[in-house]
């Protein structure tokens, strides 16, 4: 097939791909706007580069504060299940015990309940262990997930089983096998469970809202979300906002892109 | 309760590893004795609360008071999350709204027998705020501020289309007139804004129409009496003559903003925005008493308490505090501050001197007129409906009277479940 | 790789020991599945149970919860504001079906052999999935603008009225379900490439040479083959389309003219449970959106066997 006779092709991807980028570039536009020029029509093409809209957010968020706590969130919870959720789901896939297919269920009842069912009696939990506002109280229930477990059990059932056998009857216990064995070769399952856990985490809200409300303890995203209650309706303002607290995500997935697509790849074929 | 117990041993044996286990018990070592204290608002308050809790340590060096800020948003869920756990802060601030259910349901201290013990004057206080955080004969809460409603205007906005400033003197048919001639289509400009916002907007003409929300015993709605109705239609009445935004507008463009960037030339609004008026930049604008409707002047008058935990583990040191936060002392720092009115009496004075610029005696004046704000036990159970039922109403192609009377029901439905 | 391969070929000569090891195996799943199942059950388990019993009582904010058998639910059902949510809560969940046909149009486009540029639009496609929520509803939120947003702004140089397209109530559920819609292309149209890649060359050959046209195969053999994915990704969707709560507690903000047709079941879980304090009654709201997703659910898979092909 001639490239020349693609051009229909690229004319309907390039206008979807317009439709998917449009709301970014007028994020980007207003955020350089000022209130006056955002409320203006016929829209204002060129802003004035209204710095003072970024300056805004960072004089009344502790922007880099939060920035650390989104960090350090996200890497205690997606380390956390990759170890956790891969654990069990060899085991699970794997290995043979009175009540594992109940026991497996009863966890994946989980994925049918929303979420904001679990906040009082989490709360309770983590206020009881005077985690409030603290790093700790943030990550700890996200250290678990069913949906994880679930994506690694089907990975491991993928695996050829003669390898492992082949270990154990060397005389390596299941632990070792997982550790040694197993592991290196779910790589690809444990990449796409990290990207999906890094991207949910990053933009996790609900739960950092209720658990931790004190600005210097925040994440990013629930720094956002106060910055709306204080400039309601100020665009230039909550566009730069959002523009800071979106962008470190998007450059990640920017230098990780392949990953992130097989990641996500992977969860839908199985 | 003994699932609730295991859980937290596993919890704990869990995470035990990964930061030890830490005790969120306040009483520690050497009869320190540490508060919660929470509140939602930072960005006005926030130095006036953190100068208060200084002054008190000076004074009281066996109790740390920590402070505990939540975006007003979350508060509520945060504090019901926490108490339904059985621990909520020692000390918080406290909205007429939300007084009845959460003194019915007992997570509040009664704090009659010790007012009297200490011979503490709650005559200090407006009445009315008194009178809001009492309930079955007990007193909850020790009024912190009030607030009142005041009608903003856009000087710049009235000297260009050569309309005198309001003054005590006017009335709905001065709004109305100068609305009209305020009004500019060309430069987006509308004469006031006819949000549908209960405490700054429709209460206050509902009350100066000679209606009510809720009648005294708390058992009825007003909204199916003919002078209710007749205060909601003053602003219905502007909306369809094109001198306000549309609802749908407002939603999309906070009125605030608006009246802040000259699009609005009049707007309701509280004493608790003073502050923010008073700092925007190119905003030329002042404010004046209410009108007055067909039955006289009137204006909500509301305002915060603070309250304590009914499960504090420290009632006398919680009581402690809370004595000091209604001093005349905290209510200066307050003052100062120049963010709220604060409720102590003969303090008025320094909150009306803090922003020069501004009339904001006009507030205070008003005090003779000011009606307490509309609650009952359950106030959120008819509050989320109402809002619902009048933003509709006053949305386009809609009759007032018949949303209003439908609401009635729908309200005396939910009054007649508090027990 | 010879350890492996020698112990390999003793596995397969010795199935005996095989089993005398698996027997052994429990103690070891045990231990394994302990911290998953510790934290999973006292973070999220636990509370389904705490709630499915606190659905039979009268548990209000801080009082004790009494046991009020199932006047809870005799009140659910009975609710119009329920039924009300309900329905727009099966919108959402149909509506974000609409998604798919478009995701596979993206997917089915970027696969086409030989075009460039596939990895750049990839990217930009895929960038929607990778923002922030929060940061989501807050710039649609803006383009959806009554009087400055540029969704009106684009309908008025075609001519066409715009609207307050969030606080309006006829549109406001739309909307949001084009935001939702917006968010998932991406991810959906990842899944089905990947779904694309697997079939195999030959069959495309062996249609074509039984004269079937590039349309003809798309439905004979691309769309069979890719059943599959479709399912996953409509049960996915389902699943979220009713939980969908997120986009309504960000977007509308207080007095809002359309809140009470856009509310949703969980958001109204929301309100009753944290603003209303009837958290018995938000219990058993949350189960009985339990019981619909699970039978929701559980018909997908039975009704999948019709139409999803397993090469």
């Known amino acids: 097939m001639r490239n020349g006779r693609l051009w229909p092709v690229h004319l309907v991807l390039a206008v979807g791909a317009a439709a998917m980028v449009m709301p970014f570039f007028w994020q980007v536009l207003t955020s350089l706007k000022t209130f006056t020029e955002a409320t203006r029509t016929p829209p204002v093409w060129i802003p004035s580069f209204e710095w003072s809209n970024f300056a805004t957010v960072l004089d009344e968020t502790p922007f880099l504060q939060q920035f650390g706590n989104t960090v350090v969130m996200t890497a205690g919870r997606t380390l956390a299940q990759l170890l956790f959720c891969s654990l069990a789901a060899y085991a699970f896939a794997r290995l043979r015990f009175p009540g594992r297919d109940v026991i497996f269920i009863a966890l994946l009842s989980v994925l049918m309940v929303p979420g904001q069912l679990f906040l009082i009696p989490q709360y309770q939990i983590v206020q009881s262990l005077g985690w409030l506002n603290t790093l700790p109280g943030l990550i700890a229930p996200g250290m678990f997930s069913a949906f994880g477990t679930f994506m690694m059990r089907q990975f491991f059932m993928t695996l050829p089983a003669e390898v492992e056998e082949a270990a154990r009857l060397d005389g390596a216990n299941p632990l070792r096998v997982f550790w040694s064995v197993m592991l290196p070769l779910a790589r690809p399952g444990l990449m796409a469970l990290g990207v999906l856990t890094v991207l949910w985490s990053w933009n996790d809200l609900m739960w950092p809202l209720i658990v931790n409300t004190d600005p210097e303890s925040m994440p990013l995203s629930a720094g956002l979300s106060a910055l709306q209650g204080e400039h309601m309706t100020d665009y230039p303002v909550l566009m730069a906002g959002s523009l800071m607290a979106s962008a470190p995500i998007v450059v990640l997935f920017v230098v990780m892109q392949r990953q992130l697509i097989e990641g996500i790849a992977f969860t839908g074929s199985k | 309760m003994t699932g609730k117990v295991w859980a937290l041993v596993c919890a704990g044996a869990l995470v035990a590893g990964l930061a030890g286990c830490s005790s969120s018990d306040g009483a520690g070592s050497g009869g320190k004795v540490t508060l919660t204290y929470a509140y939602w608002d930072e960005e006005n308050q926030g130095a006036a609360m953190r100068k208060i809790v200084e002054e008190f340590t000076k004074t009281h060096p066996e109790i740390e008071v920590k402070l505990q800020f939540t975006p007003n948003k979350e508060y509520w869920t945060k504090l019901q999350t926490a108490a339904a756990g059985g621990t909520a802060p020692d000390v918080f601030w406290m909205n007429g709204p939300r007084i009845g259910l959460y003194a019915s349901q007992g997570a509040l201290l009664p704090l009659s027998d010790r007012i009297a013990k200490d011979k503490l004057d709650l005559g200090k206080y407006p009445k009315s705020l008194v009178d809001l955080y009492t309930l079955d004969g007990k007193q909850y809460g020790i009024p912190k501020d009030f607030d009142t409603i005041g009608l903003w205007y856009n000087k710049d906005l009235f000297d260009a289309a050569g309309v005198k400033y309001p003054d005590a003197s006017w009335t709905w048919d001065d709004v109305r007139d100068a609305a009209k001639k305020l009004t500019d289509p060309a430069k987006g400009v509308h004469g006031i804004g006819a949000m549908a916002w209960p405490q700054e907007l429709y209460y206050n003409t509902i009350f ?143 909150w009306v001197k803090s922003m020069p610029k501004l009339n904001l005696q006009a507030f205070i004046d008003q005090l003779p007129d000011a009606r307490p704000y509309p609650v009952s036990k359950n106030t959120a159970a008819w509050a989320r409906p109402e809002t619902d039922a009048i933003t509709k109403a006053f949305s386009e192609g809609q009759d007032v009277e018949a949303v209003a009377r439908a609401f009635a029901a729908t309200m005396n439905a939910a009054l007649s479940q508090e027990k | 790789m010879s350890t492996v391969g020698r112990a390999a070929a003793r596995a397969a000569a010795r199935p005996a020991t095989r089993r005398r090891l698996r027997d052994r195996d429990w103690v070891w799943g045990y231990a394994m599945i302990a911290p998953l199942v510790l934290g999973l059950g006292v973070f999220y388990l636990w509370p389904v149970v705490q709630s499915v019993y606190y659905s039979f009582t009268e548990w209000t904010l801080f009082g004790d919860a009494t046991w009020i058998g199932l006047r809870n639910y005799a009140e659910v059902f009975t609710d119009p504001a329920n039924a009300r949510a309900l329905r727009n809560t099966f919108v959402y969940g149909a509506l974000s079906l609409l998604g798919i046909p478009l995701s596979i149009a993206v997917a089915a486009l970027l696969g086409t052999r030989g075009l460039k540029l596939v990895s750049l639009y990839r990217t930009l496609y895929f960038l929607p999935v990778v923002t922030m929520p929060a940061a989501v509803a807050m710039i649609w939120t803006w383009l959806y603008n009554g009087d400055y947003g540029l969704v009106d702004y684009l309908l008025s140089l075609v001519g066409v009225q715009g609207t307050s397209w969030i606080a309006n109530p006829s549109t406001a559920l739309y909307a949001l379900v084009a935001v939702g819609v917006w968010t998932q292309i991406g991810y959906n149209a990842v899944i089905f490439m990947a779904g694309l890649q697997a079939i195999p060359r030959h069959l495309y050959e062996a249609a074509s040479i039984d004269g079937a046209g590039r349309v003809r195969q798309f439905f004979r053999v691309t769309l069979p083959l890719l059943s599959p994915s479709v399912f996953f990704v409509s049960v996915l969707s389902v699943i979220n389309g009713l939980q969908m709560f997120d986009l309504v507690y960000l977007m509308l903000r207080r007095g809002n003219p359309a809140r009470e047709d856009t509310q949703t079941v969980v958001s109204l879980f929301f309100t009753r449970a944290f603003e209303e304090g009837a958290k018995g009654y938000a219990a058993a709201m949350a189960v009985v959106l339990m019981a619909i997703t699970l039978l929701l659910t559980v018909v997908q898979f039975r009704v999948q066997k019709r139409w999803v092909h397993y090469a």
């Open chain 2, 208 to 350: 100066q129409a000679g209606g009510y929300v809720i009648s005294d015993d708390r058992k009825k709605s007003g909204y199916d009496d003919p002078a209710t109705i007749e205060g909601l239609k003053f602003w219905k009445d502007l909306l369809d003559r094109k001198l306000s935004p549309t609802v749908q507008q407002m939603t999309d463009n906070d009125p605030i903003e608006m009246f802040k960037s000259g699009k609005l030339a009049m707007w309701y609004d509280g004493s608790y925005d003073a502050a923010q008026y008073n700092k925007t930049e190119g905003l030329n604008a002042d404010v004046a008493p209410l009108p007055a409707g067909p039955k006289g002047k009137a204006t909500v008058i509301h305002g915060l308490a603070n309250v304590i935990y009914a499960k504090t583990k420290h009632p006398e040191q919680a009581w402690e505090f809370l004595r000091f936060l209604g001093s005349e002392q905290a209510n200066r720092i307050q003052a100062e501050s120049g963010a709220v009115i604060p409720a102590y009496e003969g303090l008025q004075d320094s």
